[in-house]
């Protein structure tokens, strides 16, 4: 017999995502604006703040703050744009998420549980792999700095994996858009530290004006010094119990059945079936005609400021800002702009739908680019460089406090690392790969080329929008199967 395996176990019908598509929900109208604020108070948000401060930090480590120092130490614009291609590691972090969702890391003591082993591993090395970055020179051994940045990013994707498994797993459907920003608060606090904290610390401990490769070594120590933050948080949580995974008896039922059917190399073939097979058509199965339209949202909406991305610091650099000034400005009216945009993200897809605040972030995110065309004709302007980090940050908090509910929406819990894996993975393939580019572009077109061509290219998102709005609106999710 087929062994009893529900088909979407442990999916809330209750999801922000359908209520969010009803134009005149009664439940959206029941939300008060004290109801929305007070949810920070719980500990399960602030759980997630530490968290998410783990998860944000390693980036910007490997991107914006690489940047600046490999173009401070003479390497060319073209290779730096080539370096970004690190972050393909989470544009493909999908790959081994059924790996991290089904397994725990051998030889951990099984208190542990599955996630705390993987994040506890991860964290660790992150943090080992930071220090060692630190102590390599660019102008000796580019290769060998590549690939220290290809192994952060690799156990950065796979904390990553984990966490967004954790958010997803810690709390009830009502709790995601607090937790998510929360985790978005945390996120960026991280990256505030690991972008102007770690230029303040270089500057600090070298120079603010000539590069001294003493003063990026303890900037890159410290920072791997900081993710104590997350292995602190992970020895204390406790591990999320979650109803519908697949559980070892289950596989083993579906391994027999599979060997009395004469299937070749039957285990394998059930683990790859409740692993890969079933997170997948339970997605499509779930969202049927909608399903492509949610998957070509996903892989472009951050296209825009991802692009844009990954040239600032460098494009800061040609205006001769000090690394000082940047990192003055970026923590404060950065950090301020920062927890302003998470917050209040949280708080308008919690009062107005997650759909609404989508399209409001995907706006946001475009038409920020254009500022920096106007600092680019500006020239060197501490007033406007405060301006457009300032808009800059609060667009990209209100946008990624909407996204991430959005698609933990879509999210079974039964397969949370491996769906949620999916989908932050498709968000970044897409916008990483062409982000690549980036040096040459600038190289060719100039800087304000560059920032225009980002904004434009961020505009279909908000046609993707609407368009996901209606078809979820006319085919809505299939709830009858849920438990």
Same mark, same amino acid.
């Given at each position: 017999?087929?062994?009893?395996?529900?088909?979407?176990?442990?999916?809330?019908?209750?999801?922000?995502?359908?209520?969010?598509?009803?134009?005149?929900?009664?439940?959206?109208?029941?939300?008060?604006?004290?109801?929305?604020?007070?949810?920070?108070?719980?500990?399960?948000?602030?759980?997630?703040?530490?968290?998410?401060?783990?998860?944000?930090?390693?980036?910007?480590?490997?991107?914006?703050?690489?940047?600046?120092?490999?173009?401070?130490?003479?390497?060319?614009?073209?290779?730096?744009?080539?370096?970004?291609?690190?972050?393909?590691?989470?544009?493909?972090?999908?790959?081994?998420?059924?790996?991290?969702?089904?397994?725990?890391?051998?030889?951990?003591?099984?208190?542990?549980?599955?996630?705390?082993?993987?994040?506890?591993?991860?964290?660790?090395?992150?943090?080992?792999?930071?220090?060692?970055?630190?102590?390599?020179?660019?102008?000796?051994?580019?290769?060998?700095?590549?690939?220290?940045?290809?192994?952060?990013?690799?156990?950065?994707?796979?904390?990553?994996?984990?966490?967004?498994?954790?958010?997803?797993?810690?709390?009830?459907?009502?709790?995601?858009?607090?937790?998510?920003?929360?985790?978005?608060?945390?996120?960026?606090?991280?990256?505030?530290?690991?972008?102007?904290?770690? *230029?303040?610390?270089? #500057?600090?401990?070298?120079?603010? @004006? /000539?590069? %001294?490769?003493?003063?990026?070594? !303890?900037? =890159?120590? &410290?920072?791997?010094?900081?993710?104590?933050?997350?292995?602190?948080?992970?020895?204390?949580?406790?591990?999320?119990?979650?109803?519908?995974?697949?559980?070892?008896?289950?596989?083993?039922?579906?391994?027999?059945?599979?060997?009395?059917?004469?299937?070749?190399?039957?285990?394998?073939?059930?683990?790859?079936?409740?692993?890969?097979?079933?997170?997948?058509?339970?997605?499509?199965?779930?969202?049927?005609?909608?399903?492509?339209?949610? *998957?070509?949202?996903? #892989?472009?909406?951050?296209?825009? @400021? /991802?692009? %844009?991305?990954?040239?600032?610091? !460098?494009? =800061?650099? &040609?205006?001769?800002?000090?690394?000082?000034?940047?990192?003055?400005?970026?923590?404060?009216?950065?950090?301020?702009?920062?927890?302003?945009?998470?917050?209040?993200?949280?708080?308008?897809?919690?009062?107005?739908?997650?759909?609404?605040?989508?399209?409001?972030?995907?706006?946001?995110?475009?038409?920020?680019?254009?500022?920096?065309?106007?600092?680019?004709?500006?020239?060197?302007?501490?007033?406007?460089?405060?301006?457009?980090?300032?808009?800059?940050?609060?667009?990209?908090?209100?946008?990624?406090?909407?996204?991430?509910?959005?698609?933990?929406?879509?999210?079974?819990?039964?397969?949370?690392?491996?769906?949620?894996?999916?989908?932050?993975?498709?968000?970044?393939?897409?916008?990483?790969?062409?982000?690549?580019?980036?040096?040459?572009?600038?190289?060719?077109?100039?800087?304000?080329?560059?920032?225009?061509?980002?904004?434009?290219?961020?505009?279909?998102?908000?046609?993707?929008?609407?368009?996901?709005?209606?078809?979820?609106?006319?085919?809505?999710?299939?709830?009858?199967?849920?438990?």
């Amino acid at each position: 017999m087929k062994p009893q395996q529900p088909d979407h176990p442990s999916r809330n019908q209750d999801s922000p995502l359908v209520v969010s598509t009803r134009t005149a929900s009664k439940d959206s109208r029941r939300v008060g604006w004290l109801d929305s604020l007070m949810v920070y108070a719980n500990r399960k948000v602030l759980i997630m703040l530490a968290l998410g401060f783990s998860s944000g930090l390693p980036i910007l480590l490997v991107f914006g703050t690489l940047s600046f120092w490999l173009a401070e130490a003479g390497v060319s614009k073209a290779s730096i744009g080539y370096f970004s291609w690190v972050g393909l590691a989470y544009g493909f972090k999908w790959a081994w998420a059924p790996l991290v969702d089904r397994f725990a890391v051998p030889f951990f003591p099984k208190r542990f549980g599955r996630r705390r082993s993987w994040l506890i591993t991860t964290q660790i090395t992150i943090g080992l792999a930071l220090a060692t970055l630190g102590h390599l020179d660019p102008t000796l051994s580019l290769s060998n700095i590549a690939l220290c940045a290809v192994v952060i990013a690799f156990a950065s994707a796979t904390q990553d994996i984990v966490i967004d498994a954790f958010r997803i797993e810690l709390g009830e459907e009502r709790l995601q858009a607090a937790l998510a920003a929360s985790y978005q608060t945390g996120y960026r606090i991280a990256m505030i530290l690991a972008g102007a904290g770690a *230029l303040w610390i270089a #500057a600090y401990a070298g120079s603010d @004006d /000539v590069y %001294m490769i003493e003063g990026w070594r !303890v900037a =890159y120590t &410290s920072m791997g010094l900081c993710m104590i933050v997350g292995i602190i948080t992970t020895l204390v949580v406790k591990e999320p119990s979650v109803a519908g995974r697949v559980t070892a008896e289950e596989e083993l039922a579906l391994y027999r059945q599979y060997q009395a059917q004469g299937i070749r190399l039957p285990r394998i073939a059930a683990f790859l079936q409740n692993a890969i097979v079933r997170p997948f058509s339970d997605f499509f199965t779930t969202y049927g005609t909608p399903a492509l339209a949610i *998957l070509l949202l996903i #892989a472009t909406y951050r296209i825009s @400021d /991802v692009v %844009m991305g990954v040239m600032a610091n !460098v494009f =800061y650099e &040609s205006l001769s800002y000090s690394k000082t000034e940047i990192a003055n400005i970026s923590k404060v009216f950065g950090l301020i702009m920062t927890l302003l945009g998470a917050g209040l993200g949280g708080i308008l897809v919690n009062k107005f739908g997650t759909i609404k605040i989508l399209a409001l972030g995907a706006l946001l995110s475009a038409a920020t680019n254009v500022l920096f065309v106007v600092l680019a004709k500006t020239g060197y302007d501490m007033n406007m460089l405060k301006l457009v980090i300032s808009a800059d940050n609060l667009s990209a908090g209100i946008a990624t406090a909407a996204f991430i509910t959005f698609m933990s929406s879509l999210t079974n819990k039964a397969f949370s690392a491996t769906q949620y894996a999916a989908f932050s993975s498709m968000m970044l393939l897409l916008p990483k790969f062409i982000a690549g580019f980036s040096g040459q572009f600038v190289e060719h077109f100039g800087f304000e080329a560059f920032f225009y061509t980002s904004a434009l290219i961020g505009m279909p998102v908000l046609f993707l929008v609407y368009l996901v709005a209606y078809l979820l609106k006319r085919y809505p999710p299939d709830t009858r199967h849920k438990l």
